[in-house]
């Protein structure tokens, strides 16, 4: 049984930090293209921030919107990939997801989903 797991969300104040993490069970982690994505209320769900399989280089992309501020890294020893979201501003409230891609096998898993709320 595959499983994502989100920890790490919450409230915190404009200008702040805080990190995602998502634990990944049931697959071969290493062999996955990782992903953030983001939805806020009335919004469609949006990519964040990617990082390929560790085969593929594990390169890192993220959204225009979030450069600078964000970075997406991956331990594959600990089956974990995480979001360092430095500057929060509030139109970065949303829930987050962690999403698991494989495409030669056809597999997309989603985690469950993590609030975050920028606010003072």
């Known amino acids: 049984q595959v499983q994502l797991v989100e920890s790490g969300g919450g409230l915190v104040q404009p200008g702040g930090s805080l990190r995602l993490s998502c634990a990944a069970s049931?697959?071969?982690?290493?062999?996955?293209?990782m992903s953030w994505y983001r939805q806020a209320p009335g919004k469609e769900r949006e990519l964040v921030a990617a990082?390929?399989?560790?085969?593929?280089?594990?390169?890192?992309n993220v959204a225009a919107s979030v450069k600078g501020r964000f970075t997406i890294s991956r331990v594959n020893a600990k089956n974990t990939v995480y979001l360092q979201m430095d500057s929060l501003k509030p139109e970065d409230t949303a829930v987050y997801y962690c999403n698991a891609r494989r495409d030669d096998l056809g597999t997309r898993y989603w985690g469950q989903g993590t609030q975050v709320t920028v606010s003072s």
């Open positions: 049931g697959i071969t982690f290493s062999s996955y293209a």
């Open positions: 990082i390929t399989s560790n085969n593929n280089g594990a390169n890192t």
